[in-house]
């Protein structure tokens, strides 16, 4: 009887390993992780991602994405205007120090992949679509957000662009 327990339990232990591979990798974002941004006046970047990306191009319904941008980070380049981004007019670095994307699914794309998910920002939380690449070091990709639906500086809706293009560069090792 004995004999017959060991060929049960290597069986579930190759199983229970099957599964542990299958699983999506957790990736380590890298410090130099960049989100940048560009509205004409202002632009600039943000850095200070930090989160965790769980991703898996053979398992996206098992991918998962939670990060977060440290509002105090921004640099448009000038001193002044990282002062005036962060206050409470723009940004609101106090109040709302960080910039939140969580994802709900992933999808395979013709050009890549993209994700789908929340973007919280300056206390409103918007569905937002993300396409991105992933080269099996770095998730990058473009897309647009209008500061408006955030309610960012909507004392002056024209000053600058209202839609804004973003760029984001995210090396991850694992």
Do not use: C
Not at 71 to 93: L, R, Y
Not at 102 to 113: E, N, R, V, W
Not at 130 to 158: H, K, M, Q
């Amino acid at each position: 009887m004995k004999k017959a327990i060991y060929p049960f339990a290597a069986v579930i232990l190759v199983i229970a390993s099957a599964f542990t591979v299958i699983s999506s990798q957790e990736w380590i974002i890298a410090s130099n992780a960049s989100v940048k941004f560009n509205g004409g006046d202002p632009s600039g970047e943000f850095s200070g991602l930090k989160g965790t990306i769980n991703f898996d191009p053979n398992d996206l319904a098992n991918s998962k994405m939670d990060v977060t941008l440290d509002v105090a980070t921004i640099n448009t380049g000038n001193g002044m205007k990282n002062t005036h981004a962060k206050s409470a007019k723009w940004f609101d670095a106090e109040k709302y120090p960080t910039i939140r994307y969580t994802s709900s699914s992933f999808s395979k794309t013709a050009t890549g992949f993209e994700t789908k998910g929340t973007i919280e920002m300056h206390g409103v939380k918007k569905d937002a679509t993300i396409p991105f690449t992933f080269d099996g070091s770095i998730f990058a990709g473009s897309f647009e957000i209008n500061r408006l639906d955030y309610n960012v500086n909507t004392e002056e809706p024209e000053h600058g662009s209202a839609k804004f293009k973003v760029d984001v560069n995210v090396p991850v090792t694992k």
